[in-house]
């Protein structure tokens, strides 16, 4: 089977640092999404890694080890505006596509 | 162009009646994807069209569930026969035509079946 495992909630402080894990198991790799998701919106892309290694944009990282199946979404200097929920999505082999598969989402609060 | 969007965002409608979404995509992608998504989990892929052509459904997709992309534009996903465990949002999304793309999402439809 397919399967894309998160944490289902972490805390951390306005101004901290924090790291979302992810690990996968899927049919096939082909990079893998980090989105972000506020209450009641729509997913925004955040990264894409599809090379074993770490990729920096800004406040936001995402690393990638393929032979682990992990990936994690690391967020400098955190804002309020960070507290959302994050996705982690496998480009993995559908039934004769490409297909994302999803996990559950992370759902991140940041305190004062 | 300002993005994808759905129409309507909200649609609350009794068991057993029809519904029908229309989503349009950013003018440039020629992929376009229909997702479900329920609080708490990730979306969950229902269809995607390449152009007009659907290319792929999932196999949890039941039969009371179609969609179309007539002139490669627009979408539209009609559920028939609505039951209670059909409330969800409905998220529409759009991409260049690499699979490796990033995928545009729109603001979503909440359905509720009463």
Redesign the interface.
């Given at each position: 089977g397919q399967n894309i495992d998160q944490p289902t909630e972490m805390t951390a402080t306005e101004g901290a640092i924090v790291q979302i894990n992810c690990t996968y198991q899927t049919s096939g790799f082909n990079g893998l999404f980090w989105y972000q998701q506020h209450a009641g919106e729509a997913p925004t892309f955040l990264s894409y890694n599809v090379l074993d290694g770490l990729e920096e944009k800004g406040r936001f990282s995402s690393f990638l080890s393929r032979s682990k199946g992990y990936s994690y979404l690391l967020l400098k200097e955190l804002q309020m505006k960070d507290s959302a929920s994050y996705l982690c999505a496998v480009l993995g082999n559908g039934d004769s596509n490409y297909q994302l598969i999803w996990g559950a989402g992370t759902k991140l609060i940041i305190k004062p | 162009d300002t993005g994808?969007s759905q129409d309507p965002r909200h649609k609350i409608t009794k068991r057993g009646q029809n519904v029908t979404f229309r989503c349009d995509p950013i003018s440039e992608h020629n992929r376009l994807y229909w997702y479900r998504q329920t609080l708490?989990?990730?979306?969950?892929?229902l269809t995607?069209f390449q152009n007009e052509a659907q290319?792929?459904k999932s196999?949890l997709l039941s039969d009371r569930f179609s969609a179309e992309r007539p002139k490669g534009s627009f979408s539209t996903l009609e559920i028939q026969r609505t039951e209670q465990g059909d409330s969800a949002m409905y998220?529409c999304a759009s991409s260049f035509s690499s699979?490796?793309n990033?995928?545009?999402?729109?603001?979503?439809t909440r359905l509720t079946v009463l």
């Open positions: - | 994808v708490g989990q990730g979306p969950e892929f995607y290319l792929e196999r998220l699979p490796y990033e995928q545009f999402f729109g603001p979503g």
